[in-house]
């Protein structure tokens, strides 16, 4: 059974610290990894994504993949109060497929201000 | 742009009771989704539809009915509601890469 783990938190991260959430995935060969923002109350938002062959920085925020050990990360720089949130982690495993998404639970992410 | 539509925003129904949520989405996009999210369990997949004409179980289909009733509108219904349906309904849209989220609906069952 393919998954996606996350710790559910709560990280709690000082205003203006570097907030850094982590994702592991249990299928080597998955493709693409997506990190959505959930406001309470709200529906999932995305941030960004990332292929298998590399990293990317948008902004505060830093996705990086670590393929040998099969999890990414999530860095936001410079946290913000507005940054407090659920994080979901989602990867897609599939080779030939772009259907659907294996979605973890989410961690919840506290920025004091 | 409006993105990806929902209606109802919130809905309370008694057991056995039937209803249709409705999504519509104005971006295009060939795949649609429907999840439900309940506290501590994440996003689950309920059924999708890759295109037009097509659907397909996912993850927790009992209990649920879907119609792609075209490019734009991909709908979920619940034929006799349960208070194990009691959850957050999102609907999603994807251009095969990233999945876009409607604001939800909040359902109760009595």
């Known amino acids: 059974q393919k998954e996606v783990e996350q710790n559910s938190g709560p990280l709690s991260v000082p205003e203006g610290a570097i907030a850094s959430l982590n994702c592991t995935y249990s299928?080597?060969?998955?493709?693409?990894f997506f990190w959505y923002r959930q406001y309470s109350g709200k529906s999932p938002e995305l941030i960004m994504f990332?292929?298998s062959n590399g990293d990317k920085e948008d902004g505060r925020f830093t996705a990086q993949l670590n393929k040998a050990s099969q999890y990414v990360s999530l860095l936001i720089r410079d946290s913000q109060p507005s940054d407090s949130a659920t994080y979901l982690c989602?990867?897609?495993?599939?080779?030939?497929?772009?259907?659907?998404?294996?979605w973890g639970a989410g961690t919840k992410l506290i920025i004091k201000p | 742009n409006a993105g990806v539509t929902q209606t109802p925003k919130f809905q309370v129904l008694k057991t056995g009771q039937s209803m249709t949520l409705q999504c519509a989405q104005d971006?295009?996009?060939?795949?649609m989704y429907w999840y439900r999210q309940d506290p501590g369990m994440g996003l689950r997949l309920i059924y999708y539809?890759?295109?037009?004409?097509?659907?397909d179980k996912g993850e927790v289909p009992n209990g649920y009915n879907v119609s792609r009733l075209n490019k734009r509108e991909f709908s979920l219904r619940l034929e006799s509601a349960a208070p194990s349906q009691t959850s957050v309904y999102f609907c999603?849209?994807?251009?095969?890469?990233?999945?876009?989220f409607g604001p939800g609906t909040r359902l109760t069952v009595l």
């Open positions: 539809s890759a295109s037009e004409g097509t659907t």
């Open positions: 990332i292929y």
């Open positions: 989602a990867v897609n495993p599939f080779r030939d497929s772009n259907y659907q998404l294996i």
């Open positions: 971006m295009n996009h060939n795949s």
């Open positions: 999603a849209s994807s251009d095969g890469e990233a999945q876009y």
């Open positions: 299928d080597r060969g998955s493709q693409s």
